[in-house]
């Protein structure tokens, strides 16, 4: 069996290359959806089928552990895919989302305002907030939308991407710690530190996943046992074009990535 990696785009190359660099011997299926991205601006009922499709691709793959790196679908479909669909479908498939170990990371030096920065149906969903209220019920969240900033990386375009960094850092200067709360938001990660005073620990995903999932497998050992580990990394899209190669080639230095036969 082995893991797998979807996305809504191609945002969540970063956090597979994050997984491979603390596990290269694993062997990973990643899928990006990018026929249909943005996922940030389609409803709720869309993600939802848009991500079913999506683990039932990544399970005919022989995939027994996926990994929803998308926020915005970990926040919309991840509790029905635990609670009903993977049960039903595929009980011996586990399915875990990003957004709990990011609120884990994001209380750890015990913040006591926190913002988020996500997509409009991350957003909208306030599973940030949910979640970190549990941990910490005093806490002080501020929650920003910024629908512009996954085109902008999806079109390769920084310099617009870097001008917005500046508008929505404006929104967040008097907090502790700044969650980024999509998984394409790593590769804008320096404009935040930057911007922002050296006070706010800017929480990006690629850089607490990889260790996330060595901690998960070493204490789900059951799991363990059964993945693969040939190193085999295989890289697939809904839909491919010139422009997406290349975004996956800024991402991922030396990446061989397929579209999917439909």
Not at 49 to 73: D, H, P, R, V
Not at 88 to 114: C, F
Not at 207 to 230: F, P, Q, T
Request: with cysteine; hydrophobic share 45%; charged share 25%.
């Amino acid at each position: 069996m082995k893991i797998g990696v979807f996305d809504s785009g191609l945002g969540g190359l970063v956090v597979t290359k994050a997984f491979i660099m603390a596990m290269p011997e694993y062997d990973y299926v990643y899928y990006g959806d990018t026929e249909h991205l943005p996922y940030g601006e389609k409803t709720s009922g869309q993600i939802l089928s848009y991500t079913i499709e999506a683990m039932k691709f990544l399970i005919s793959q022989k995939c027994g552990l996926i990994i929803i790196a998308c926020n915005t679908a970990t926040s919309i479909a991840l509790r029905y895919l635990q609670q009903r669909f993977i049960p039903a479908y595929a009980p011996d498939v586990k399915v875990l989302g990003v957004v709990i170990p990011t609120v884990e990371e994001a209380l750890a030096d015990n913040a006591v305002r926190v913002g988020v920065l996500a997509t409009n149906a991350t957003i909208r969903s306030h599973i940030y907030r949910e979640e970190l209220l549990k941990i910490k019920p005093d806490l002080e969240i501020k929650e920003v939308a910024a629908p512009e900033l996954v085109p902008a990386i999806e079109s390769n375009d920084f310099t617009a991407a870097e001008q917005l960094c500046a508008k929505y850092a404006k929104e967040f200067s008097d907090i502790d710690s700044l969650i980024l709360g999509c998984t394409h938001y790593p590769l804008l990660k320096n404009y935040f530190r930057h911007i922002l005073p050296s006070s706010i620990r800017v929480i990006s995903q690629d850089e607490l996943m990889g260790a996330k999932l060595k901690d998960y497998l070493e204490r789900h050992i059951e799991i363990d046992i059964a993945l693969s580990r040939r190193a085999e990394h295989k890289f697939l899209v809904s839909s491919l074009n010139e422009h997406y190669r290349k975004v996956a080639e800024m991402m991922f230095e030396k990446i061989d990535i397929e579209a999917v036969e439909k």
